[in-house]
């Protein structure tokens, strides 16, 4: 009996090997090291933005070693309708290689001015398509496009309400966005369910409410906490160039900022504002190591309120403001003034771990400086910072509440951080901020 258990046994193991290296072939030699997936939309006033990505990164393209995969929806017509290669609304699905002909780009598909490209679905089906068509040993997925960040009562899963903000508006549905459930959900049942970096090449998606619900399927993380401009600045080529120079590719990751520098301080003086801004090159596995510290940081700030109330408000209305007209600030920056204000040493120990911690998730992190509003001498990760009037606050609808949003998000999961959101008597103001009006 023992020796037909064993005899079966190895049966399943074959089959089960077998099954394995069907699902999970080993790379071909002809497989690219990497392929980059650039799925975007910027608005028909400035396709053009685009295009010139699609140029540049032509000349970093001589061999099949990196390969390219394009996704872009043109923007909606008007006046301002800026694309050369292709119409309003039109999708194109292309391989980006030395010999793309722009000239020739057709659309992908029928009726595609519906083409929506909030759908999980459809995000799974191109990375699908890239794992069949475009084999490598590993995957970068870039996004490009504006962004908005977390906004509760817009930022919804959308079984649940409609219009959402996050990413990547589409002028053909309403300016409806990506946001990081439907994204998550992309990745999670298609074929790539893991990827070697994800690249929000997006305005205000430095934030932990946003990166948290992306950290699993992905090693490495591009983000901002700031605005981005449109003049000028896209990452996507340099890192295109990096990946097929360096071994590794943290070190591509981390040359891509490095020498993204002074194109992105030269996009900022183009656009005419005075705005400061950064750059993060993260390691998602570190992320975690965040969160279990803001947890502590929730908890003691609920346990002190209110007896050190007034000192609480001094720092919640001395944090760094990424963006004015909007509630994020840098979280690490609220530990330390925190931590100042009180003089508690619970709050000085987490501030300190917060401070390894970070240390430890941003490998890589550019900082433009113009000179003329408030910069930290290092940026950490944005995070909502709301009292506890606006956190109960209703939809517009009136069919949840800000607390209801939020505390949907893994960050809060993770951390509580609506907890201390919900006991926040303070509504952040007068804080210095590095852009906006």
Not at 321 to 331: A, M, S, T, V, W
Request: glycine share 8%; with cysteine; charged share 25%.
């Amino acid at each position: 009996m023992k020796k037909y258990f064993l005899h079966i046994l190895a049966l399943v193991l074959i089959v089960c090997l077998f099954s394995c290296n069907k699902d999970k072939p080993a790379p071909d030699a002809d497989w690219a090291d990497y392929t980059v997936i650039v799925y975007g939309a910027v608005g028909g006033a400035i396709d053009y933005s685009m295009e010139d990505v699609w140029k540049e990164i032509q000349t970093k393209l001589p061999d099949k070693k990196v390969r390219v995969l394009v996704v872009y929806k043109y923007g909606a017509e008007g006046e301002r309708f800026s694309g050369k290669y292709g119409v309003p609304g039109e999708v194109v699905v292309l391989e980006l290689d030395k010999d793309t002909d722009f000239e020739k780009i057709h659309t992908e598909g029928t009726d595609t001015k519906q083409f929506k490209l909030y759908d999980p679905e459809n995000i799974t089906a191109i990375l699908n398509r890239a794992k069949e068509e475009l084999p490598a040993r590993e995957y970068v997925l870039a996004l490009y496009g504006h962004g908005g960040g977390f906004i509760a009562q817009e930022d919804y899963p959308k079984e649940y309400y409609g219009p959402t903000r996050g990413i990547i508006p589409d002028e053909l549905l309403n300016r409806v966005t990506i946001n990081m459930y439907e994204l998550s959900t992309g990745i999670v049942q298609s074929n790539i369910p893991h990827l070697k970096a994800i690249m929000f090449h997006n305005c205000l998606m430095g934030g932990m409410e946003s990166l948290m619900q992306v950290t699993p399927y992905a090693d490495y993380l591009f983000a901002t906490p700031f605005m981005l401009t449109s003049e000028n600045n896209p990452l996507i080529p340099t890192l295109v160039e990096k990946l097929r120079e360096e071994a590794d590719f943290e070190t591509a990751a981390r040359k891509t900022l490095i020498e993204s520098e002074e194109r992105l301080y030269d996009g900022y003086v183009k656009e005419g504002v005075p705005y400061n801004g950064s750059m993060e090159l993260l390691k998602s596995a570190e992320l975690e190591a965040v969160c279990a510290v803001a947890q502590e940081l929730a908890i003691r700030l609920c346990e002190l309120y209110p007896a050190k109330k007034e000192a609480i408000d001094r720092a919640t209305c001395a944090v760094y403001q990424f963006y004015n007209i909007y509630p994020y600030f840098d979280l690490l920056d609220y530990a330390r003034k925190l931590a100042a204000e009180t003089g508690d040493g619970t709050l000085a120990s987490v501030r300190n771990r917060l401070e390894e911690a970070f240390g430890r998730a941003i490998l890589q992190q550019v900082i433009i400086d113009l000179g003329v509003l408030p910069v930290l001498p290092a940026f950490s990760l944005s995070v909502v910072l709301v009292d506890h009037d606006s956190y109960q606050s209703q939809s517009a609808k009136g069919d949840f509440t800000y607390r209801s949003s939020y505390e949907f998000t893994a960050f809060h999961k993770l951390t509580g951080w609506g907890n201390w959101l919900d006991t926040n008597a303070c509504l952040p103001t007068g804080n210095p901020f590095g852009q906006g009006e």
